[in-house]
């Protein structure tokens, strides 16, 4: 059965163009945020709708990807394509891009909206040295996960730190994903030897499994089964291939460095 036909009219309240264009600018640039974090299609298409719904524009269409949106505004013959070429799991950001719809939806005035959203944008939530730190403590926390020693813990914590390192330093140089993956689980993966080798490790495969978690794409698996249930195939799909590559990486980095000893 075919839906309905789409009826083309005026709309009831014709609004200010000025007043338009700040909705427009508001609602494309939380999209863009919450896609840059790492945030479901589905959410970021709802959130945007949302937004501009709460200012009184009906008839909007949005359509997200995990590398481009598209948004109009029909009845004010405003259409913007959005590509997105830097991705990340920002999931802070995602949370506060959240909050901010929720106040414009409880009727938050379309200035302070702007301001908040801006502030948004120009925060910077993680700092570098947290970045790193995270990784290395992330690694200690898997290897009492995976029953190691506590001797292995320096070895997980430099493993974990400096494979976030090197692939963090990679991608302010290349988008190329794949290459910072493969070289942050090589390094992984002769760090634990380095630690077994010289006495200051015992258990080589877990030090190696608990160093790389940092690596494994856990939200983007997690997400792309999220937009297969909502129906979101394409995206899905574009996600669950992200996944296996980066999983595909960080085997191949490892797996190197065993066939070179």
Known sequence: MSGELEIIEAPEKVLSENFVRDVFYIVINCGKMLLESGAETY?????????????????????????????????????????????????????????????????????????????????????????????????MMFLLLFDGVVADLPAAFVGGAGGVFIM?????????????????????????????????????????IASVMPLVPGVLITNAIREMIRGHLMAGIMKGTEAALTAIAIGAGVGLVFLMI
Do not use: C
């Open 168 to 208: 963090e330093g990679i991608l302010r140089y290349t988008k190329v994903k794949f290459f910072t993956e493969f070289f942050a689980s090589l390094y992984i993966a002769l760090t634990a030897i380095i630690f077994v080798d010289t006495g200051f490790g015992t258990m080589l495969d877990t030090i190696i």
């Open 43 to 139: 959410r970021i298409e709802d959130t945007m709708m949302r937004i501009a719904s709460s200012y009184g524009i009906e008839n909007a269409q949005v359509f997200a990807t995990p590398t481009v949106i598209i948004f109009s505004l029909n009845d004010y013959a405003l259409t913007q394509t959005l590509r997105i070429e830097e991705r990340a799991n920002n999931l802070e950001k995602v949370v506060a891009v959240n909050e901010l719809s929720r106040r414009i939806s409880a009727g938050m005035p379309l200035d302070q909206a702007l301001r908040r959203m801006e502030a948004i944008h120009d925060s910077r939530f993680f700092p570098f040295w947290l970045t790193i730190l995270s990784g290395g403590i992330i690694g």
